[in-house]
C-alpha cells in the first residue's frame, strides 16, 4: 500500500510544477493599447482668423522696418545737408579772405606806384609848352597815360579835391588859406593827388582849405 501511494504522488507531481510554470491568465488582465488621438481639425474660420493674425505681425514688422529706414535715410540727409552747409561756409569765408589779401597786396604795390605816377606827372609840367610837341616828351606823356589806365582798369582813381567840401575821409589839410571866391571849408588847392581803390582810400589828398 505504502508503495502505491508512493507512485500517486509522483505521477501528481508533475502536473503541479506545470501548474505552478503556467502563467495566470486570469490575474494579470490585458493592458489596453494606446490608440494616438488624431489631429484635430481646425474650423475654417479658425484657420482664417491666424492667417490674419500672421499677416497683422508681418505687416507691423514691415512698417517698422521700413520706419527705421525712412528714419535712417532722412538722418543721413540732414548729415549731408549740414556738411554742405558747412563747406558752403567755408568756401565763402576762404573767397573772402582770398579777395581780402588780394586787396591788400594790389593796395600795397599801388601805394609804391603812386609816387612813380606823381615824378611824371611833376616832370610833364615843367616841360615849356614850346616843346611839349617834341618826341620824347610826347612819349613821356603816352607812358603816363598807358600807366593812368592800366590803374584805372584796377579800379584806381583819383580823389576829387579843388572845389570840394573838405572831407576828412578823404582829404588831408596841411595848411589854411583866404579865398574870397570859395566859402570856408572848402579845398582851395591841392598839393597832392589822392587816390581811391575800389572806393578805399590808398592815399588822402593833401590839400589847402580855405580858413
Do not use: C, W
Amino acid at each position: 500500500m505504502a508503495e502505491e501511494r508512493k507512485q500517486e504522488e509522483l505521477e501528481q507531481e508533475p502536473e503541479t510544477v506545470l501548474e505552478q510554470q503556467e502563467p495566470d491568465a486570469a490575474a494579470e488582465p490585458e493592458k489596453d493599447q494606446e490608440t494616438p488621438e488624431a489631429p484635430s481639425e481646425e474650423k475654417p474660420e479658425e484657420a482664417e482668423e491666424e492667417g490674419k493674425d500672421k499677416k497683422t505681425i508681418f505687416s507691423r514688422k514691415k512698417d517698422k522696418k521700413e520706419e527705421a529706414l525712412k528714419n535712417q535715410i532722412e538722418e543721413l540727409q540732414d548729415k549731408l545737408m549740414r556738411r554742405m552747409a558747412e563747406f558752403e561756409n567755408f568756401r565763402k569765408r576762404t573767397d573772402k579772405e582770398k579777395t581780402a589779401m588780394y586787396e591788400v597786396g594790389a593796395r600795397s604795390v599801388i601805394e609804391k606806384i603812386l609816387p612813380v605816377v606823381d615824378n611824371f606827372e611833376r616832370g610833364l609840367a615843367m616841360v615849356p609848352e614850346e616843346n611839349r610837341e617834341e618826341p620824347f616828351v610826347d612819349g613821356m606823356n603816352k607812358i603816363y597815360r598807358q600807366l593812368m589806365a592800366e590803374l584805372t582798369n584796377l579800379g584806381v582813381k583819383p580823389i576829387e579835391a579843388v572845389g570840394q567840401e573838405f572831407n576828412p575821409e578823404l582829404h588831408n589839410a596841411v595848411m589854411q588859406v583866404e579865398n574870397e571866391e570859395l566859402e570856408s571849408g572848402t579845398v582851395a588847392q591841392e598839393l597832392q593827388k589822392g587816390y581811391l581803390y575800389k572806393d578805399t582810400v590808398v592815399r588822402h589828398s593833401m590839400v589847402a582849405v580855405v580858413q
